[in-house]
């Protein structure tokens, strides 16, 4: 006999009286536990009320916005300005967007590009940290126009919590290839072979971006929770911990499953698709994560890199990985304080220089001035 038989055949030799005893007691924990649970968060939230933060507006609410489409979930509002404070070490840094929502490089200096590109990313690419001047697109353009001594411009596709699939679906939201580029730049990061997209969360007036990895319950009604973010936050919290007590696989170190081979498969040849059918050439960047720059072995520590390359191998596609050149290498070399995600300024210039030698030898000849 089965548990299950064992314990229904128990339940039902069970007296009557008895049975409704036990449910009525289950009844009351659960109610029990339900008030519990209802207390503490009428008391956060009137915590809240009576222990209001500091009357300041959000930056991050003031550069996202739900999108209309679908695939891409939210984007950057147009012509939005914010200013983030100093943190953790790291300076303060402002962001604005033009008309399209498009990050902007620096104020408009008023002639126009003889030769454009784009750069599709998440965060990285964005310059999240950064001020507009300081992102890699923003030095990137810098660096080409000096070196080919005619004004290169490389519009920022950049936004924060996307994923592969998110930023190709993006390139053709915003019509990228209305912008004639003559290159695309992409950058992928450790974080991008997500199966599900990036969102954000509004509560309380504060915007939140929550990673395709969140779990789904947490993006739906239990995000508006304060108990739930509380919970969400603990977890963050031990986990860190114990990745930092080699208890906890580090941050994308997990073997890739099949699924997400499959979504950033399908999202490159996407964009590889769109385009080839303006013969516009690729350059895929990657960009590393903390740990892997100190890793004992270099090529056991960076699957996710190895299999883009295999994929730009087989597509003839230029490929930059940027642990090839910061293997080795200190964190502070690269990562700003306090993060594992993110370039300094620093880097960023570095970083630009080498994208900015592959755009060039990827233009190959001069470029021929636009037609009247």
């Known amino acids: 006999m089965s548990a299950v038989s064992q314990v229904w055949t128990d339940w039902a030799g069970t007296d009557m009286k008895l049975r409704l005893e036990i449910v009525g007691n289950l009844l009351l924990g659960i109610v029990s536990v339900v008030f519990a649970l209802t207390v503490v968060e009428v008391s956060l939230r009137v915590s809240n009320r009576f222990n ?13 916005a739900f999108s209309d489409n679908e695939e891409i979930v939210f984007e ?11 943190n953790r070490g790291n300076p303060a840094w402002q962001i604005s967007t033009d008309a399209n929502g498009i990050r902007r490089n620096a104020e408009a200096s008023g002639s126009p590009a003889e030769i454009r590109g784009i750069c599709i990313g998440d965060s990285i690419v964005f310059g999240a940290g950064l001020s507009d001047h300081q992102t890699i697109p ?3 353009s810098d660096i ?17 919590n996307y994923t592969t699939a998110q930023e190709a679906a993006y390139f053709r939201h915003k019509r990228g290839l209305s912008y004639n580029p003559k290159i695309v730049v992409l950058g992928l990061y450790t974080n ?11 509560l309380g007036g504060k915007t939140e971006l929550l990673s395709p990895d969140a779990p789904v319950g947490l993006v739906g009604t239990l995000s508006r ?7 969400g936050s603990a977890i963050s919290t031990i986990r860190d911990r114990l990745r930092e007590h080699g208890l906890y696989p580090r941050a994308n170190e997990k073997p890739l499953r ?26 895929i960047v990657l960009f590393p994560r903390d740990w892997q720059l100190s890793a004992p072995d270099q090529i056991a520590a ?14 003839q596609i230029v490929c930059l990985d940027l642990l090839d050149h910061y293997f080795g290498l200190p964190v502070d070399s690269y990562f700003r304080k306090g993060d594992d995600s993110h370039p300094h300024a620093r880097a960023a210039k570095v970083i630009a220089e080498l994208i900015a030698a592959d755009v060039i030898r990827i233009l190959g000849s001069p470029i021929p001035p636009p037609h009247d």
């Open 76 to 86: 950057h509002a147009p012509n939005a300005r914010a200013s983030f404070s100093a």
């Open 192 to 202: 991008d072979f997500r199966t599900r997209p990036g969102s954000i969360s509004v």
């Open 258 to 283: 099949h699924g997400q081979i499959a979504a950033v498969h399908r999202a490159l040849d996407q964009l590889r698709a769109d385009l080839e059918a303006d013969d516009v050439p690729l350059l």
């Open 144 to 160: 080409v126009s000096r070196r080919l001594g005619r004004r290169f411009e490389c519009l920022n596709f950049g936004v924060s």
């Open 138 to 140: 923003a030095q990137l």
């Open 52 to 64: 209001p933060a500091p009357d300041q507006a959000d930056p991050a609410a003031q550069i996202f």
């Open 302 to 315: 960076s699957p996710r890199q190895q299999w883009v390359k295999r994929y730009c191998e087989r597509n």
């Open 225 to 231: 929770f304060r108990l739930a973010a509380m919970l």
